[in-house]
């Protein structure tokens, strides 16, 4: 007796409930990924307002600033905006420059009047973590030499406490191998980012070590300790320099502004 061939749409179809709860969840993953980019662009656009005329602007990096920085473009052919961006990647660098974004270095700028950037997690005081993307070092300078740091985030990103997502940290190649083992002697649960089967190389030829950990208790000793350890270049808990986060949940954009 031959096999009978099931159509999995079938009702009568063994798997037809595992087909129908499958179809189920990529239906709901299509609509969170609709919404959850509707609110990177309502708080994104909604930052572009921040930039005045004749302003140097810090432009950060990831998927929500991204909208930002097409804002500020349309903003220069609607009303005649003008200013001058400093990237905070190679990606940042090439989306600016194929808008017709006047760009600036270091060369020639001693401050930027305001940086608007995205965020992994952003707490209650606008701390967070960042480098989700790899620019973490960069972003950090930029931050350093802002005036006023403000970041555009969904509402998936705002946490009662930083450490879920978990913290880059940027080092040297070289020093790699040691700090990944002094990690793990911390039960910092350490793992070297990679791309394709290989390390991740950010913009500035580091590689970057994620630690998983949960909960951080006191992110501004921990900025400040791992620092502190050879071969690390940079970190990306980000305390104390932002002044505002803007926060969309799909109804409105909420600002939260940090307690001095």
């Not at 749409?9 to 993953?29: F, G, I, Q, T």
């Not at 009303?79 to 974004?101: C, D, H, M, R, Y």
């Not at 400040?224 to 320099?241: H, T, W």
Request: glycine share 8%; charged share 25%; aromatic share 6%.
């Amino acid at each position: 007796m031959n096999a009978r061939e099931w159509n999995v749409k079938d009702s009568a179809c063994p798997a037809k409930k595992d087909y129908d709860k499958m179809e189920s969840l990529k239906m709901k993953a299509g609509i969170w990924l609709m919404a959850n980019d509707n609110e990177k662009k309502m708080a994104g656009e909604e930052a572009a307002k921040y930039v005045k005329d004749g302003m140097t602007v810090g432009l950060g990096t990831g998927s929500t600033v991204r909208y930002t920085i097409e804002k500020l473009a349309d903003r220069m052919r609607s009303e005649g905006l003008t200013f001058q961006g400093v990237p905070t990647s190679n990606a940042t660098l090439e989306l600016a420059k194929s808008l017709g974004i006047s760009l600036v270095t270091f060369d020639n700028i001693d401050s930027i009047d305001i940086t608007i950037d995205g965020a992994d997690e952003v707490d209650a005081n606008v701390n967070g973590i960042k480098g989700g993307g790899g620019a973490l070092l960069l972003e950090k300078v930029v931050a350093s030499a802002s005036e006023r740091n403000i970041w555009v985030a969904d509402a998936s990103k705002k946490v009662e406490c930083l450490g879920k997502f978990p913290l880059p940290v940027e080092v040297i190649p070289f020093a790699c191998p040691l700090l990944v083992r002094e990690f793990s002697k911390k039960n910092m649960n350490p793992e070297i980012r990679k791309n394709n089967g290989e390390p991740f190389v950010t913009d500035s030829g580091n590689w970057i070590i994620d630690l998983s950990l949960g909960r951080i208790e006191n992110p501004e000793a921990m900025e400040i300790q791992l620092n502190l350890m050879p071969g690390v270049v940079e970190n990306g808990l980000f305390i104390n320099r932002t002044e505002i986060s803007l926060i969309a949940d799909g109804v409105s954009v909420h600002t939260c502004k940090r307690h001095v």
